[in-house]
C-alpha cells in the first residue's frame, strides 16, 4: 500500500471527486478526516471504509470553521501528511446575469476554501518537515469557456495560489501542487439536468468537442490525487496536473 501510516484531510469529499479521492487514498492505507457542507452525502463515503474515513461537516468558507474542523483532525488523526482541498461550486452563466453574490460564493468557496485549510495545515506540515498538499483547479483555468467566467477565474487564481505557496512550503519539505480534471462525471458536471434528452445533448458534445471524446471519471481523477499525495510525486512541486483528455492540448 503506497500511504501506509499516513493520514489525509480532503474537502469536498461527501460527491464526486472528493468521494472518489477519499476512498481511493484509504483503500492505499492512509487514514481519511473527510469533510463537508452535506453530511448525508459524508455518511455515504464513509460507508464501505467506516474504520479509516472520520468525517465532518464544515463549511469551507467559514474561517471558524475551518480552525476548528483543523484542530480537530489533528487531535483525532495525531498529523497531517496530505490535504486535497476538493470543495467547489459551479455558477453557470453569461457574465451579464451574473450577480456579485454568484462571484463572492464562487471564489470564496473554490479559492477561499483552499486558502484557510492550507493557512491551517501547513503550520503543521512545515514543523513536522513533509506533507502533500493538492488544489483542484481545472482544465479551465489555462483555457477560456463561454458562462464560465467567473469559475475560471476561480481556477485560474488555484493554479497561481498553488505555485506562491509551493515557493514557501518546499524548504520545508512540504510539496503543494494542483490536480486539474477535464469535464468529470460528477453532479458539478451535470448542473441538477435531469432531462434525458438534455443530458444526451451535453454528452454529444463532450463527444464533438473533447479528443478523448468522452468525460473523465472521478476515479481517474482520484489516481491523479493519489500519484500526487504519494512519494511517487517526490520532484513535483508547484505544478499542474492537467487530466482533461487532450482538451487543452489542442
Ligand atoms: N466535474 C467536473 O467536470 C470538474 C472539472 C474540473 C474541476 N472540477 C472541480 O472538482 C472539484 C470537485 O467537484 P465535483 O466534480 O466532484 O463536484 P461535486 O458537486 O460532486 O462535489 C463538490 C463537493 O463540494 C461540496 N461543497 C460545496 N460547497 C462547500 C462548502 N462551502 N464547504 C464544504 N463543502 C462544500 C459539495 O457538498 C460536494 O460534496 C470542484 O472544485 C470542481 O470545481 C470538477
Known amino acids: 500500500m503506497r500511504l501506509q501510516n499516513k493520514t489525509a484531510v ?3 469529499a461527501a460527491s464526486g471527486i472528493g468521494r472518489a479521492a477519499a476512498l481511493r487514498l484509504a483503500q ?8 463537508d457542507i452535506d453530511e448525508t452525502g459524508l455518511a455515504g463515503t464513509a460507508q464501505p471504509a467506516r474504520d479509516a474515513i472520520l468525517t465532518r461537516r464544515c463549511d469551507v468558507a467559514d474561517e471558524q470553521q475551518v480552525r476548528n474542523a483543523v484542530a480537530d483532525a489533528m487531535e483525532q488523526l ?14 453557470t452563466k453569461l457574465l451579464r446575469d451574473t450577480t456579485w ?6 471564489m470564496e468557496i473554490n479559492m477561499g476554501g483552499a486558502f484557510l485549510f492550507c493557512r491551517e495545515v501547513l503550520p503543521h506540515m512545515q514543523a513536522q518537515k513533509s506533507g502533500s498538499v493538492i488544489n ?3 482544465e479551465l483555468a489555462f483555457v477560456g469557456y463561454p458562462k464560465l467566467a467567473s469559475y475560471t477565474a476561480t481556477k485560474g487564481a488555484m493554479v497561481a495560489f498553488t505555485r ?8 520545508d519539505g512540504v510539496r503543494v501542487n494542483c490536480v486539474c480534471p477535464g469535464a468529470t462525471d460528477t453532479p458539478i458536471f451535470w448542473e441538477g439536468e435531469a432531462d434525458l434528452a438534455r443530458r444526451k445533448a451535453m454528452l454529444d458534445q463532450v463527444a464533438a468537442e473533447k479528443p478523448n471524446g468522452r468525460l473523465i471519471t472521478p476515479e481517474e481523477v482520484a489516481n491523479g490525487i493519489l500519484f500526487m499525495a504519494s512519494d511517487e ?3 513535483v512541486v508547484g505544478a499542474s496536473l492537467i487530466m482533461d483528455g487532450g482538451f487543452t492540448a489542442m
Request: proline share 0%; hydrophobic share 55%.
Open 10 to 12: 480532503v474537502t469536498g
Open 164 to 171: 506562491s505557496v509551493a515557493l514557501e512550503a518546499i524548504r
Open 101 to 106: 453574490a454568484d462571484f463572492t460564493r464562487m
Open 78 to 91: 495525531g498529523r497531517i501528511d496530505i490535504l486535497v482541498n476538493i470543495a467547489g461550486i459551479q455558477i
Open 28 to 35: 492505499e492505507g492512509a487514514r481519511i478526516y473527510a469533510v
Open 136 to 138: 483542484l483547479a481545472s
Open 233 to 235: 510525486s517526490s520532484a
